[in-house]
């Protein structure tokens, strides 16, 4: 079965079962992700692939979807442990180099997370340039996905496109980290105002992080948060902060405390995986 995308319906479920799959197939190498994303989605796509960055660019005649890869195993964070947890701090800067007008133009006081900038960087250029060959080619709805790193990096890409005039239709992400403070989430929300829909799996952890503290984040998320609200498990990743509240200096995580309370993250894997964000697609679908 094809499944469709819904131009005019904005936060649509429908538009999130496709693209959940289209980040789901993401993580396929070339040659099957190819194949793939033809039978499932119907999409001729192809992957552009620069360090440790990967994205499929897929099209057809009504639609193009860049859908971006998360971590190299799609059923494990473990890579991610220095990004959200360890040096989360020192990693929230103002970008330079060729990436640095277009993200400072997020206003005084914005600041990113390194790790996702320097990822994004890296694919920039070819992706870019073939998303611009596409809509030269044939003008239609840009559509952006991807799951945890990938839903970074979809975010952030999306800021890019609309900063050289590119377009870009509606953004759905899956189980996404935090990609800067505050003062840049609101930027986001400002200019990409209606586009962005952040599907977030109560227990996944990952859409809490980054962090440095127990109590207070210095990380801010951009809207829409859609999710199935509070239910079995929703309220178990805030638990799961809160229990090592008590072990640490004014609520900093440091030291050993680092890997106790990313020990206890990791047990959660399940609920990030592309699985339960199917299965909450499914759910929500369900409600209408």
Do not use: C
């Not at 538009?15 to 001729?44: C, H, I, M, V, W």
Request: hydrophobic share 45%; no cysteine.
């Amino acid at each position: 079965m094809v499944l469709d995308l819904y131009e005019d319906s904005f936060g649509d479920h429908r538009n999130a079962r496709t693209l959940a799959k289209a980040s789901e197939l993401a993580y396929l190498p070339e040659d099957l992700g190819k194949a793939e994303f033809a039978a499932q989605l119907g999409l001729d796509a192809r992957l552009i692939s620069v360090g440790n960055t990967q994205a499929y660019i897929a099209q057809n005649a009504n639609n193009i979807v860049v859908a971006f890869r998360g971590t190299e195993s799609p059923t494990t964070f473990e890579g991610l442990k220095d990004w959200l947890l360890s040096d989360a701090v020192n990693l929230l800067i103002l970008p330079t180099g060729r990436l640095g007008t277009d993200f400072a133009a997020a206003g005084v006081g914005a600041r990113f997370h390194q790790g996702f900038i320097n990822a994004l960087d890296d694919i920039w250029l070819p992706l870019f340039s073939g998303v611009e060959d596409e809509i030269k080619r044939a003008d239609r709805p840009l559509w952006i996905t991807g799951h945890s790193l990938g839903g970074a990096l979809a975010v952030l890409s999306t800021w890019l496109f609309t900063r050289k005039f590119v377009n870009v239709h509606q953004v759905y992400t899956f189980g996404g980290p935090m990609i800067g403070n505050v003062e840049a989430s609101r930027a986001f929300d400002r200019e990409l105002a209606g586009k962005i829909f952040r599907y977030v799996n109560g227990p996944d952890p990952v859409p809490k992080l980054p962090t440095v503290s127990l109590i207070a984040n210095d990380y801010g998320h951009v809207q829409k948060e859609m999710s199935t609200g509070v239910g079995p498990g929703a309220s178990s990743s805030a638990a799961l902060f809160a229990d090592f509240l008590s072990r640490s200096a004014n609520g900093v995580i440091q030291g050993t405390l680092v890997d106790d309370v990313w020990k206890a993250v990791s047990q959660t894997v399940e609920a990030h995986l592309m699985p339960s964000y199917h299965t909450m697609i499914d759910k929500l679908m369900g409600k209408k």
